[in-house]
C-alpha cells in the first residue's frame, strides 16, 4: 500500500502542517554566536499518530517532554544543526528524532518522533 493511497482514504489525513526551519547558528567578527535564520513551508498532507512502546523509550532520560507523537510525511523534517519546529493547532513541536520508515511501498515519506517540551 502506497502512502498516497493512505492519505486519500477519510481518516487517515490528520492536516498540513507549518515546519519552521532554522539555519544553523553563525559566528560574528567578535566570535559570537549569532542565530541562524528562519524559513517556513508546509508537510502537505501528514499523518500524526501517537508513538509506539520502544519508539517512547528513545527519549533520554532527563528530557522534560509535555507530549509526543509521531508524523508521517512526504517532506524531509531535520534534528541537526537546528531541529525543525512543527506548529499542530497552537503547540509548537520538535522534531526529536527520525524513525525508521517502515509499511509503505513505492513513495518517498519519512518519519519523525515530535516532542512538546515543558518550559522550564
Not at 501517537?50 to 509535555?66: F, T
Not at 510525511?73 to 520508515?101: M, N, R, Y
Request: hydrophobic residues 45%; charged residues 20%; glycine residues 8%.
Amino acid at each position: 500500500m502506497t502512502l498516497a493511497s493512505i492519505l486519500s482514504r477519510p481518516g487517515f489525513k490528520t492536516g498540513d502542517y507549518l515546519v519552521t526551519r532554522t539555519a544553523a547558528p553563525t559566528l560574528d567578527a567578535s566570535g559570537a554566536a549569532v542565530a541562524g535564520s528562519t524559513s517556513t513551508f508546509q508537510t502537505g498532507d501528514a499523518i500524526r499518530r501517537p508513538l509506539r512502546g520502544r519508539e517512547l523509550k528513545m527519549v533520554p532520560d532527563g528530557v522534560h517532554v509535555i507530549n509526543t507523537c509521531k508524523l508521517i510525511t512526504s517532506v524531509v523534517l531535520l534534528v541537526v544543526p537546528v531541529p525543525d519546529k512543527v506548529t499542530i493547532g497552537s503547540e509548537v513541536w520538535e522534531v526529536f528524532a527520525l524513525l525508521e520508515p517502515e509499511g509503505f511501498e513505492g513513495d518517498a515519506f519519512y518519519k519523525a518522533m515530535l516532542v512538546r517540551r515543558s518550559v522550564t
